[in-house]
């Protein structure tokens, strides 16, 4: 039986049942067991630690549906332990997991294998999300239904686009039938041929191909108009555009089963970055201009883009060394992006503190069907994972510090403000930081433990 936990006095907030308000929440035995806005009415059981939080803010575990953890294939760069305990680092209390690893996940073992890799490092929850079609290829259905039945949340091909709208019509179907989310890399292939960076003025002053947004927003429009018979719930994967924002806009306007996710770097990045031939911008979707970041922190503010994610991408120094037109696509995010977050969307004043912890909880839970399992929700009888933010706190993103295997961050030496200073999984407290009272007192500030 793990140790129980009296967080006192932070301000509670689940945005799924509106609340937002100081309380006491009591975790023990795997569980959120009691919440209380009377100060002193919980009295912690014999053997509770209690965490003073006063100035935090105690919120539902923190959701990514969308990183890479490498494993099988390439734990040179991530491995599911590694990735998992990275998420934890970063506040999150649970990750989807893609399923471009080598080979593909696109069997109800491979599946089966992540699960169980993922239980046995006792850190970060890790769903899966299974291939659409066989090796990723595109050319022929993966078994989704035995993999659904295993445990895969969702489908994608996420790399690459499902790029034939035969198949992706018949992805949609079966997506539709298992009412599980298809996620959509978008991505036409034959737009971004020898593109590495946004198509436009500074892909012309480096003599790098270009990368139209364009290919992004032509795979949307076709999926929306091809969901209209299938009615599958549809998700675009790290929306890029400005254009994609309008044609997501007018999809749920029409009242279609579309949503979207935006990425740190897509918030707060330009296509400036990649000068100086700058490997650690050089991601997929690329970084593009001003004018996309506004129209995406827009789309959140009108609740066109309902979910945050990472997109979180290792790869290793070496990779990253080569010139840009060779390097890998991909940067690594789960350790700093809530701060990244805070920034781009609560001290800009874009949104409000709860609707940040919604676009990071009961949101992204809802896209994976895990709502429903009392993921996302902070509630007496659910799950103990329960995130504990010090919003005050200021610090210096250093990839070193990561437990991530990779350091692949474009953010690094860069100066934020907010951090998780307690992440309890399943009732388990695995990240500790200061502020711990009695048997639980830390030496000094931001040490970490692992494991209580
Ligand atoms: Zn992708």
């Known amino acids: 039986m793990s140790t129980p936990f009296l967080l006192r006095g932070g301000r509670a907030i689940d945005p799924a049942s509106g609340r937002d308000e100081t309380a006491d929440v009591l975790i023990a035995d795997g569980l959120v067991v009691a919440i209380s806005t009377?100060?002193?009415?919980?009295?912690?059981?014999?053997?509770?630690?209690?965490?003073?939080?006063?100035?935090?803010?105690?919120?539902?575990?923190?959701?990514?549906?969308?990183?890479?953890?490498?494993?099988?294939?390439?734990?040179?760069?991530?491995?599911?332990a590694s990735g998992a305990a990275a998420a934890v680092a970063g506040g999150f209390t649970s990750v989807c997991c893609m399923p471009n690893t080598t080979p593909a996940i696109d069997l109800p073992s491979t599946v089966e294998f992540v699960?169980?890799?993922?239980?046995a490092s006792q850190r970060a929850r890790v769903f899966v999300a299974g291939a659409a079609t066989v090796g990723r290829a595109g050319e022929q259905l993966a078994p989704m239904g035995a993999m659904a039945q295993v445990g895969a949340v969702a489908f994608t091909d996420d790399g690459d686009c499902v790029a034939s709208a035969g198949m992706m019509g018949k992805v949609l179907a079966v997506c539709a039938s298992l009412d599980k989310v298809f996620m959509q890399h978008c991505q036409d292939p034959t737009l971004t041929a020898g593109g590495v960076m946004n198509a436009g003025v500074v892909s012309a002053r480096l003599g790098l191909g270009g990368w139209p947004a364009v290919a992004?927003?032509?795979?949307?429009?076709?999926?929306?108009?091809?969901?209209?018979?299938?009615?599958?719930r549809y998700h675009v994967q790290h929306l890029s555009s400005a254009g994609s924002v309008e044609i997501v806009r007018e999809a749920r306007a029409q009242k279609q089963p579309i949503t979207a996710e935006a990425s740190p770097h897509h918030l707060l990045l330009t296509e400036e970055m990649c000068g100086g031939y700058n490997t650690q911008a050089k991601v997929n979707p690329p970084l593009r201009s001003d004018r996309d970041i506004h129209a995406i922190i827009e789309g959140i503010v009108d609740g066109t883009i309902t979910i945050l994610a990472t997109d979180h991408a290792p790869h290793t120094s070496a990779e990253k060394a080569r010139d840009f037109s060779t390097a890998p696509f991909g940067m690594i995010g789960m350790e700093c992006s809530l701060a990244l977050y805070i920034k781009a969307l609560v001290e800009s004043g874009a949104i409000s503190w709860a609707r940040l912890i919604a676009l990071l909880t009961i949101e992204p839970a809802r896209l994976l069907g895990i709502d429903a399992r009392g993921h996302g929700r902070l509630e007496p009888g659910l799950s103990g994972d329960v995130t504990v933010i010090d919003p005050t706190v200021e610090w210096t993103i250093d990839a070193d510090e990561f437990k991530s295997k990779s350091r692949n961050c474009p953010f690094n030496g860069w100066k934020v403000k907010g951090r998780a200073s307690n992440v309890f999984v399943a009732g388990r407290c695995l990240l500790i930081g200061d502020g711990v009272a009695s048997a639980a007192r830390v030496p000094s500030q931001s040490v970490r433990l692992d494991a209580l």
Do not use: F, S, W, Y
């Not at 919980?42 to 990183?67: M, Q």
């Not at 992004?216 to 599958?232: F, G, K, P, S, T």
């Open 216 to 232: 992004e927003e032509v795979i949307i429009e076709r999926d929306v108009r091809l969901n209209r018979i299938h009615q599958a």
């Open 38 to 80: 009377k100060r002193g009415e919980l009295t912690p059981p014999a053997g509770a630690r209690v965490i003073e939080c006063e100035g935090r803010l105690v919120v539902p575990g923190l959701i990514d549906p969308h990183v890479h953890l490498r494993e099988p294939g390439a734990d040179d760069k991530e491995t599911i």
């Open 115 to 119: 699960q169980m890799r993922a239980q």
